[in-house]
């Protein structure tokens, strides 16, 4: 005989009535307890699980919930719908993406060239590793979203005029608006993380494609004298 127990069923600001619902049969329990304020993280878990699995239109929120093991009005205490879902879900992938980007950077050296490289290699892994996700965020950012994923895809997005900012200050680029002139770039960086995962260049051709890439962008826009 199934029965349901309900752990701490308190409703605040990061809990919900019946966030802690477990599930067991033969008092054995079969579903992990989600404690107070861990429900959020652990449905943001399985969507994206479910996202780089089987796509966004899998996601719903009812299904969510059968998946983590709560009752299916739970995830509503945190996401008001299937949009704040995937809000939610872009929000923290500009998160990580810049994350990614920032550790690149900093663990490039102060070398212009270098720090342009890695970043490039790191946006390119991320892109082709979490193509589902990417692309969701790129909805996100250009159609109706919240202020915060706005904020997030901006802060993450902002490593590379960053970088084009220094490349201008050492003389490597020639002047002008960075985020113009670091475009051809993005443009190229992101034809090959297309190229990989579409299949028509081998994930092994990443670090010598970049080089070149690189190597080019920087040739083109060298301040001329």
């Known amino acids: 005989m199934e029965k349901v127990v309900i752990d701490n069923n308190v409703a605040d600001d990061n809990n919900d009535v019946n966030d802690n619902t477990i599930r067991y049969a033969g008092g054995a329990m079969s579903d ?5 304020g861990s429900l959020r993280t652990a449905l ?27 009752s299916h009005a739970a995830p509503r205490r945190h996401f008001a719908d299937r949009q704040a879902l995937l809000d939610a879900l872009a929000e923290a992938g500009f998160e990580r993406l ?24 790191a946006y390119i892994r991320f892109a082709t590793r979490d193509a589902a996700l990417l692309e969701l965020m790129f909805a996100g950012k250009h159609g109706p979203q919240s202020e915060a994923l706005t904020e997030v895809a901006d802060r993450a997005f902002s490593v590379m005029p960053e970088l084009i900012e220094q490349g201008q200050a050492e003389g490597f680029i020639e002047p002008g608006e960075p985020y113009r002139v670091g475009l051809v770039l993005f443009a190229t960086i992101q034809g090959i993380a297309a190229l990989i995962t579409g299949g028509m260049i081998a994930p092994e051709q990443l ?3 970049v080089a070149d890439a690189v190597a080019r962008f920087v040739r083109g826009a060298a301040v001329r004298v």
């Not at 980007?101 to 970043?119: I, N, Q, S």
């Open 32 to 36: 992990k307890p989600y404690h107070h």
């Open 98 to 121: 810049g994350a990614v980007l920032r550790a690149a950077v900093e663990g490039a050296g102060d070398d212009f060239p270098a720090r342009l490289e890695a970043t490039a290699q």
């Open 207 to 209: 670090d010598e494609l």
């Open 44 to 70: 943001l878990d399985q969507a994206e699980r479910t996202l780089r699995e089987s796509g966004a239109e899998q996601l719903s929120l009812r299904e969510l919930a059968r998946q983590v093991g709560v």
